[in-house]
């Protein structure tokens, strides 16, 4: 739903009411979770660890305190738990033993999980009066990122008149008129570029506030992207490259990297790919020769708490023990101070910087501006954390595909009023000639995999390369030609075969166990034709649905996965179950047609989809979908299979 409105004020006040909603539905379900599962030595959840004691402590990185926790019993191992590496939590000090009472309580994030001890990073020290306190730790929620989503809504709502961020606001909410000048040629740094995407990378450097790159299934966005921040970082000019996942950013540190460029990476090294700490902040940082004075004044401070402890055996002197706590702590900020110095001048070596949006952490970038944002998978990103990275850039360029996967949205009221529009889609419903480049050329899918998502989405834009404009399965080495593996599409029609839907049993996900060995069938026919299972990947809508797969498929090679598992990937199979069969056409998930773009554009070479036409045709989308199977003649009746 896209709602327009007269000032920023009330747009910004709309967008708070949704981030409550979400706020809300995100408590909701953790408290769900926990509800009527605690116990002695856990949860069944496993949101919740209880009767810890602090094992050890160290120093961390980025100036965070290491806790390790084991069970009090030390006999006990840690129970099954869902606190995970990078997962929120909030550490309670438990009162009288007797009763639910709850004294103190510090938040941190997980950074490692063994068989025994779970390690928690927080920013500040958990400091106890009880020296045999037991804690508990439960998943939270991420309070951090929701506070500086609502700060850079203020800050950008109440920019002065003709100041940067307000031009950026006025220009992304439609008020005024995006900038660009005429484009220059450029030298490409990688001439492997095609002509779509080198006047994508002219017309995103010709900007002077906003610019969009529009990036459908198969066009390269990424290596345009990486050209774009070359040709930045060529022009001696200072670039933040941000996504909203982690996932997504570190997949373009690793492109940036491998072509030498100098990078570095924002965020807890628990969110982080083992493979790209030694480009993070907090690795450089450590490893900063003046770090040896911070790692002293620690330890003098970790000595001091030990010595203040050992006063409960015997009574101290009146104040001397918050003496020592005092002179400890001072310690600590003064070790605080020196690495914050560090933090700075690494900082200011790196130049590209690269993080999460909502891992932008104001106190550590301070009035920092780049001359450049770039954001990756910018429309599934929510329109209150897009306004974080605006802060700190004098020019945005959103990349991605609005007509891929939206905004993740747990609140469905949010949803449904409009957090799961994305900036970048509101921004293209004003004005999409006069601030976006589509790259248009497509190295992916057969001709006849791409028309169809080309039709629909994209107003027959999209244009097969040459290299895959005709390749099909049995063009393979070790694959026969068969019907299968000859033709670039195959549609199932299972209509009519009593193929019907489940619900699966205590819980509110959906089945359909007929689909699913017709699913298993046709993989087996595709292996039995020379296809290697690691070509083959499977897509449902459904989690229950890929379970069942998972548990009856014999090819581990094969993946089998959620819409959402597989942006981004691509397979040169994909056998897509869409699971809905019912009298009454209900689709549920179905009708998001932005995740079934996904589903149908991850082929390459061929695309198998099973599902029942009487139920999915209630919806357009699929009506046509069908239609165009029909002529291309890849529409075939389960009947046949038999």
């Known amino acids: 739903m896209l709602i327009a409105y007269k000032t920023a004020e009330q747009h910004f006040q709309f967008l708070n009411n949704l981030l409550e909603l979400e706020a809300e539905a995100e408590r909701i379900a953790n408290l769900n979770a926990l509800k009527n599962k605690r116990e ?40 099954w738990t869902r606190l995970e590496p ?7 000090e438990e009162g009288n033993q007797r009763s639910d009472t709850v004294t103190v309580s510090w938040r941190g994030v ?55 961020i307000a031009i950026l606001r006025d220009i992304l909410l439609g008020t005024q008129m995006p900038m660009f000048r005429p484009p220059e040629p450029i030298t490409l740094i990688d001439s492997k570029l095609n002509s779509s995407q080198k006047k994508a990378v002219e ?23 990486v050209e774009l921040i070359r040709q930045i970082v060529q022009n001696d000019e200072s670039v933040l490259v941000v996504a909203p996942s982690n996932l997504a950013v570190d997949n373009l540190l690793e492109k940036l990297l491998s072509f030498g460029q100098n990078a570095l990476r924002l965020g807890h090294p628990a969110r982080i790919l083992p493979g790209l700490h030694h480009h993070t902040l907090d690795e450089l940082v450590e490893n900063h020769p003046d770090m040896r004075l911070v790692q002293k004044l620690t330890r003098q401070a970790y000595d001091l708490f030990d010595q203040a402890e050992k006063y409960t055996r015997a009574k101290p002197e009146p104040g001397q023990r918050k003496s020592i706590r005092d002179e400890a702590k001072s310690l600590l900020a003064e070790a605080k101070k020196v690495e914050k110095q560090i933090t700075l001048r690494v900082l200011d070596s790196a130049h590209i910087i690269c993080a999460t949006n909502t891992g932008l952490d104001p106190e550590m970038l301070g009035d920092r501006i780049f001359n450049w944002c770039i954001m990756d998978e910018a429309g599934q990103s929510t329109e209150p954390s897009t306004w974080i990275p605006l802060l700190y850039a004098q020019n945005i360029v959103f990349t991605g595909d609005h007509y891929q996967l939206p905004p ?4 469905h009221e949010a949803a449904v009023r409009g957090l799961n529009v994305s900036l970048m889609e509101r921004v293209l419903s004003k004005n999409p000639e006069n601030i976006s480049k589509m790259l248009t050329i497509q190295y992916r899918m057969h001709a006849d995999i791409m028309n169809f998502s080309s039709a629909y989405f994209y107003g027959n834009s999209l244009i097969a390369d040459n290299s895959v404009i005709d390749h099909r399965l049995c063009d393979l080495p070790g694959v026969v030609q068969t019907e299968l593996t000859e033709t670039p599409i195959h549609f199932i029609d299972t209509a009519g075969a009593s193929y019907d839907e489940q619900l699966e049993e205590n819980g509110t996900s959906t089945l359909n166990p007929l689909e699913a060995q017709l699913v298993l069938k046709k993989l087996d026919d595709l292996i039995d034709s020379g296809v290697q ?7 449902t809508p459904y989690a229950a649905q890929a379970n069942i797969l998972r ?44 995740r079934m773009n996904v589903a149908l554009t991850r082929a390459r070479r061929k695309l198998i989809v099973i599902g029942d036409s009487a139920t999915i045709t209630v919806n357009p989308f699929y009506n046509q979908m069908i239609n165009y199977f029909e002529s291309i003649n890849a529409y075939h009746s389960v009947w046949e299979e038999n």
């Open 110 to 164: 997980v950074s490692q999980l063994k068989k025994d001890t779970i390690q928690v990073a927080f920013t500040q020290l958990p400091l106890s009066e009880n020296k045999h306190a037991v804690f508990r730790l439960e998943r939270s929620t991420d309070e951090i990122s929701r506070q500086r989503q609502r700060s850079a809504m203020r800050q950008v709502q109440e920019a002065p008149r003709d100041s940067r």
């Open 533 to 539: 299972p690691n070509n083959i990947g499977i897509i």
């Open 408 to 411: 993740t949205v747990i609140s």
């Open 551 to 594: 548990n009856a498929c014999k090819h581990s090679q094969v993946d089998i996965d959620s819409v959402d598992g597989f942006q981004g990937r691509e397979k040169e199979t994909i056998i897509v179950s869409l699971v809905r069969s019912n009298p009454e056409g209900n689709i549920g998930f179905l009708a998001d047609t932005r």
């Open 203 to 225: 017309f995103a450097l010709s900007t002077d506030d906003v610019a969009i790159i529009h990036g459908p299934p198969g066009t390269g966005k990424t290596t345009t992207m």
């Open 40 to 79: 002695h030595n856990g949860d069944s959840s496993g949101q919740v660890l209880t009767n810890l004691v602090i094992r050890s402590q160290d120093a961390g990185m980025g100036g965070r305190f290491l806790l390790n926790f084991a069970k009090r019993n030390q006999n006990l191992s840690l129970p």
């Open 86 to 92: 990078g997962c929120p939590v909030i550490l309670y």
